[in-house]
C-alpha cells in the first residue's frame, strides 16, 4: 500500500489541523492505521492507532482529548483531527499502515520509511 500524509501547516496555539493519510494499491481498511510523529532531534513518537477489525482507537496520553483518529471508506483516507495544538506538538506526522499497541498505548514502527510525512508547527 501506497501512503500520502497532508494537511499540515502553522497553527498558532489552541488551534486545530486535520491530517489526512490517503491509501493507494491497497484497500485501508484491511490495515490498522498509526499515526506517529517524529520532532526535530527527537525519536519517532506514537500518537494514534485505530484498528482494523472494530475500529478500536487509542492515543498517547499526551493528546487525548484533543486529537481523534478516523477513517472514511468511500475516501480510503485515515484522517487525525487535532484540537488545542500545543508548542509541543510540533513534528513531522507519518501515517503507517502497521500499529502496535503496549498496554493501551500506541507504538510507531521500529523500522521503515514511511513517506515525507507532513509538517505541523504550532507557534505564535
Known amino acids: 500500500v501506497q501512503l500520502q500524509a497532508s494537511g499540515g501547516g502553522l497553527v498558532q496555539p489552541g488551534g486545530s489541523l486535520t491530517l489526512s493519510c490517503t491509501g493507494s494499491g491497497s484497500n485501508l481498511d484491511d490495515y490498522a492505521m498509526n499515526w506517529f510523529r517524529q520532532a526535530p532531534g527527537k525519536e519517532r513518537e506514537g500518537v494514534s492507532c485505530i484498528s482494523d477489525g472494530d475500529g478500536s482507537t487509542y492515543y498517547v496520553e499526551s493528546v487525548k482529548g484533543r486529537f481523534t483518529i478516523s477513517r472514511d471508506s468511500a475516501k480510503n483516507t485515515v484522517y487525525l483531527r487535532m484540537n488545542n495544538l500545543k508548542p509541543e506538538d510540533t513534528a513531522v506526522y507519518y501515517c503507517?499502515?502497521?500499529?502496535?499497541?503496549?498496554?493501551?498505548?500506541?507504538?510507531?514502527?521500529?523500522?521503515?520509511?514511511w513517506g515525507q510525512g507532513t509538517l505541523v508547527t504550532v507557534s505564535s
Open positions: 503507517a499502515p502497521i500499529c502496535t499497541v503496549i498496554h493501551g498505548v500506541p507504538w510507531p514502527p521500529a523500522f521503515g520509511s
